[in-house]
């Protein structure tokens, strides 16, 4: 999987916009994306085809983010199924700093998500039945 971004973004009208052509007119493809905001701030939590060419970018444009290699996990499809992850991640003592629905099948939702320790992430999930992909 390719690294993950997570990017703080100024929460106002066309930031995203800003963030998006910055990287196409560096030829960056967006893989994956998803964003939030609340209040003065918000996140986009994205992969791109080229990750040294976006981490210039993220810097040349002033915004504070963390990157990290995506640990892709088959979370279970139904209430609690991302409770259960996040709260196996907590009780270990592992942040999760991005996570990103990046596909679906019967009864998965396929999820990357960026922690602190990939390795000790890596350790809970095999340790359970949630299945690394």
């Given amino acids: 999987?390719?690294?993950?971004?997570?990017?703080?973004?100024?929460?106002?009208?066309?930031e995203l916009g800003h963030l998006a052509r910055?990287?196409?007119?560096?030829?960056?493809?967006?893989?994956?994306?998803?964003?939030?905001?609340?209040?003065?701030?918000?996140?986009?939590f994205l992969t791109t085809d080229d990750?040294?060419?976006?981490?210039?970018?993220?810097?040349?444009?002033?915004?504070?983010?963390?990157?990290?290699?995506?640990?892709?996990?088959d979370v279970p499809d139904r209430p609690g199924g991302l409770a259960e992850v996040a709260e196996r991640l907590g009780a270990a003592g592992v942040?999760?700093?991005g996570a990103l629905t990046i596909g679906?099948?019967?009864?998965?939702?396929?999820?990357?998500f960026v922690v602190d320790d990939v390795e000790r992430a890596r350790s809970v999930l095999a340790a359970t039945e949630i299945a690394q992909g």
């Fill in 1 to 14: 999987m390719e690294r993950q971004f997570v990017v703080q973004l100024p929460n106002r009208p066309g």
């Fill in 51 to 73: 990750a040294e060419a976006t981490r210039a970018v993220l810097r040349g444009l002033g915004y504070d983010f963390v990157e990290g290699e995506s640990i892709v996990v």
């Fill in 104 to 112: 679906r099948r019967p009864g998965l939702a396929e999820m990357a």
């Fill in 22 to 44: 910055a990287l196409a007119a560096r030829g960056i493809d967006i893989v994956h994306i998803s964003c939030a905001g609340t209040g003065p701030v918000a996140g986009a």
């Fill in 95 to 97: 942040n999760i700093l």
